[in-house]
Structure formats: structure tokens, C-alpha cells
């Protein structure tokens, strides 16, 4: 998914694209009413995070113009602004969630899954593609209705393809996922996917590798 993040405060957006990016996101960050306007008008995001202070403008008022013109793309309030006015305002101006700060970051999680799943119309947050099935709340992946038993490391990088699911899953994306912030070598990301690779054998699922970009699930028989 591809979020936008709309915080002033570089700690605390930096904490939000280290929370999310591992998630299988992919995180914009700006820290301006003027930036953000920009961004909304030439691209398109799956959820909005969105801080009401901003140095140039009231996030409101960005809130605002984004449904004025009929764009309803998720919209998730963070702030220290806790006044039941305010929140008041910000439901009612159109935002789907609002979360006060200080907050903490399995509670944003879960809030972020949330309205990503309500936006894709799934029933709960279960990752599905053919066959392949995961449940990020339990950990349990199934393929064809087996239990599929795989390692931390091949559990993140399912979950990755399948928030993908059909397009390519960006690389440094992946790596973010399975490895954090370290530093790994070349070829590292290559050994966890050919391990799945070769748990998926068989059942008409192939990961496909495009140089440079990233990998794709994606159904052999299509």
C-alpha cells in the first residue's frame, strides 16, 4: 500500500515510516499543508495520515478540499489536538479514524489495518492469492487449505508479496521487511525468496523476478 504521511514533527514521522514501511508499505512523508496540497493533486495513496497542526495551514482545512473534490481516499488523524470539538470536526469533515497523541505504535498499526482493510473491502485482515492464504494476527499462512509452516524471515516475506499481490513488490520494500535497517548483502533477499519458491511448487503460484524493481506473486495459469 502506499501511504502519506503529513507530520511536522521529524521524530515523529520517522517513527511512522519505521513502524509502516516494514508493514509491506511504501511511505511518503511532507511536512507542510503546501507539500501534502501538491502531492494529493498529481498522485494517488491508499491511506492518509494526517497531523492538524502544520506550520503553513490547518489540516482541516486540507481534509476539507480533499472531499470537496470528492477524493475518498482513507483519512487518519493524528494529533494532540484531543478536544472532543475537535474531533467532532474532523469525523464530521470527513476523516474515517482519529487517533491522539501521544499514541502508541501497535495501536496505530492496528488502526492503519484496519482502514486499509475496510478500503479494499476485505471482511478481516486475512491476505488472500489463489490457494495462499495469511492471517497477520495469528501468523498461520495455509496453502490449499494446509497449514504452511515457515520461518520468521519467509512469513514476512509472504506477507509482503501478498500485500502486493498481482504487482511487483518493490525490493528495498522486501528488504526493509525481512531485514530492518541493516545492512545486508546482495543477495541476501534472493535466498529467502528462493526458499519460498520452493515451498510454493506445485501449486500454481510462481514468484517472478524483475531485475532492478522487485518480485511478483502472480497465478502460472493466468
Do not use: W
Not at 29 to 46: C, G, I, Y
Not at 129 to 151: H, I, K, Q, S, Y
Not at 198 to 217: C, D, N, P, V, W
Amino acid at each position: 500500500m502506499r501511504l502519506l504521511v503529513i507530520e511536522d514533527d521529524a521524530l515523529i514521522a520517522r517513527s511512522l515510516e519505521r513502524a509502516l514501511a516494514p508493514l509491506g508499505n511504501t511511505v511518503e512523508v511532507f511536512s507542510t499543508h503546501a507539500e501534502a496540497r501538491a502531492a494529493l493533486r498529481h498522485d494517488r495513496f491508499d491511506l492518509i495520515l494526517l497531523d492538524l497542526g502544520l506550520p503553513d495551514g490547518d489540516g482541516l482545512a486540507l481534509l476539507a478540499a480533499l472531499r470537496d473534490r470528492g477524493d475518498t481516499t482513507p483519512v487518519l488523524i493524528l494529533t494532540a489536538r484531543d478536544g472532543i470539538d475537535d474531533r467532532v470536526s474532523g469525523l464530521d469533515l470527513g476523516a474515517d479514524d482519529y487517533l491522539a497523541k501521544p499514541f502508541s505504535i501497535a495501536e496505530l498499526e492496528a488502526r492503519v489495518r484496519a482502514l486499509l482493510r475496510r478500503s479494499q473491502q476485505r471482511s478481516d485482515n486475512r491476505l488472500r492469492f489463489g490457494g495462499l492464504c495469511f492471517d497477520p494476527a495469528t501468523g498461520a499462512a495455509t496453502l490449499d487449505e494446509a497449514p504452511l509452516a515457515l520461518p520468521r524471515r519467509e512469513l514476512l516475506l509472504l506477507e509482503g508479496l501478498l500485500l502486493h499481490a498481482g504487482s511487483i513488490a518493490p525490493r528495498e520494500a522486501l528488504e526493509r521487511r525481512l531485514f530492518g535497517f541493516d545492512e545486508v548483502g546482495s543477495n541476501a533477499l534472493e535466498v529467502y525468496v528462493s526458499r519460498l519458491r520452493k515451498r510454493l511448487a506445485g501449486s500454481g503460484l510462481q514468484i517472478r523476478t524483475f531485475r532492478g524493481l522487485g518480485y511478483r506473486l502472480e497465478d502460472a495459469a493466468e
